[in-house]
Structures are given as C-alpha cells and as structure tokens.
Nanobody, 116 residues
Framework: QVQLVESGGGLVQPGGSLKLSCATSGIIFPIYAMGWFRQAPGKQRELVAAVSTGGNTNYADSVKGRFTIDRDNAKNTVYLQMNSLKPEDTAVYYC??????????WGQGTQVTVSS
C-alpha cells in the first residue's frame, strides 16, 4: 500500500520559516520524481517545487529564493524548507510522487497558515 504522509505544517508569522516533510512508503522512492503542491481556498492546486530522480529542482516563480526542496533517498522522504513566509503562502500543501500518468500518488495534505 502506497502512503505519502506530510507533516510540519502550522501557523507562522510573516517572515517566519517552516520545514515540511513527506515520508513515503510502498514505492521505490529513488525512481519517483517528487513534488510539493499547494491549494489555497478558492484557487486551483499549483506546483510549488519539484525534484527529479537525479536531483534537479524547479520552483514556482513566487517561491524562488525562499523555498528549497530536497530529497533523502535513504529515508524515502522529501522536504520543503520554507523561509521568508508571506500571507499569500497560506494553503494546504500536498506531496506528490510521480512516475508518469498511471503511477502518481498524493499525500493527504498539511495546512500552512501565515498570519500575524
């Protein structure tokens, strides 16, 4: 059974930091591209950051220079370090494992709220 479990969300003040984790099981983690997505109320889910099997990364323009995605193949886990958080970063953050249209999996999401 495939499981992706996000953790690390919460309430943080503007300018603060959070680190999200996504622990996976039931997949051969190193052969999956991994991504973090987010969905704010009333908006579509959007890609925040992704890391390929080879470690190449890409980021949404809105988070470049503030967020860092990293994967640990030994721990079957992907991380998202979020710095200089803004109120517009408030959303539910989802982890995704991707190996093509027929092999992709989502986590249940973790809430991130940036507010004073």
């Amino acid at each position: 059974q495939v499981q992706l479990v996000e953790s690390g969300g919460g309430l943080v003040q503007p300018g603060g930091s959070l680190k999200l984790s996504c622990a996976t099981s039931g997949i051969i983690f190193p052969i999956y591209a991994m991504g973090w997505f987010r969905q704010a109320p009333g908006k579509q889910r959007e890609l925040v950051a992704a890391v390929s099997t080879g470690g190449n990364t890409n980021y949404a323009d809105s988070v470049k220079g503030r967020f860092t995605i990293d994967r640990d193949n030994a721990k079957n886990t992907v991380y998202l370090q979020m710095n200089s958080l803004k109120p517009e970063d408030t959303a539910v953050y989802y982890c995704r494992a991707d190996r093509g249209p027929l092999r992709n999996y989502w986590g249940q999401g973790t809430q991130v709220t940036v507010s004073s």
